[in-house]
């Protein structure tokens, strides 16, 4: 079991996406099934500026820092009767190369280097992230007042609990997923629209066949204090 993990996030956007069940289900290992809402899954990334990052118990000034990417598709599974939900995470990126040596120790599964350019404009967020594997995804946008239009979400409240309740994560390690969940002290989101927006990932026909995929909103988080905590494992896990 790894010791619990606590910091500060002083930046998180999370852009989301809804995905033909079929073509999301096609991503995941057993046990999971994408969760729905209104007939489609939802796949996204979540982008995290982190800081202080150290053991539970250590002083602030021992923590490190680290920007992260995670790309995320919601999952429910049930696990000795119980139903459970979080997210699948099929890769990682991030700027710390501590997590690359220790092969995943800190943010289990596949993790890859990245460059990192975060701007902040008043009400304005720029991203621009490139990873060894030429991986890319850049969004500029700005706050608005609730959803965007089109959302599958009924209510800013809706989303921001969905979005919430996905604090476990899990991703593959060999012949097995290693659970990580997220415990945030403080949440509160802004909703934001992107003026442009461009993923590698997400717009790969080879995953996401041409009209199965669909932006649907994007959030904001400012200094989220929170920790993380090995959830154990997951087995068996089919190598593929």
Request: aromatic fraction near 10%; glycine fraction near 8%; charge should be negative.
């Amino acid at each position: 079991m790894l010791p619990v993990i606590k910091g500060l996030i002083a930046l998180r956007v999370m852009i989301n996406y809804t995905v033909d069940p079929e073509v999301a289900q096609r991503l995941l290992p057993p046990p999971f099934r994408p969760k729905l809402v209104k007939g489609r899954a939802i796949a996204g990334v979540c982008l995290i500026r982190m800081k202080e990052m150290r053991m539970k118990g250590m002083p602030k000034l021992l923590g490190l820092s680290s920007k992260n990417i995670a790309y995320r598709i919601a999952v429910e599974w049930e696990e000795d009767g119980v139903m459970r939900e979080g997210v699948y995470v099929p890769r990682r990126d991030n700027s710390s190369f501590i997590n690359n040596i220790t092969n995943g120790r800190i943010f289990p599964g596949r993790n890859q280097d990245a460059f990192f350019h975060f701007e902040e404009v008043g009400d304005r967020y720029l991203v621009d992230i490139i990873s060894t594997d030429n991986t890319s995804l850049s969004i500029d946008a700005k706050i608005i007042d609730g959803l965007p239009e089109g959302s599958v979400f009924d209510s800013v409240e809706q989303a921001s609990l969905f979005f919430r309740s996905g604090s476990i994560g899990y991703s593959r390690t060999g012949d097995k997923m290693a659970g990580l969940e997220f415990r945030p002290d403080n949440w509160e989101p802004k909703f934001i629209a992107p003026k442009t927006l461009r993923s590698s990932f997400f717009e790969d026909t080879d995953l996401f066949p041409e009209g199965s995929i669909k932006f649907d909103n994007a959030l904001v988080l400012h200094d989220i204090e929170h920790e993380w905590h090995d959830t154990g494992d997951i087995r068996p896990c089919p190598v593929g």
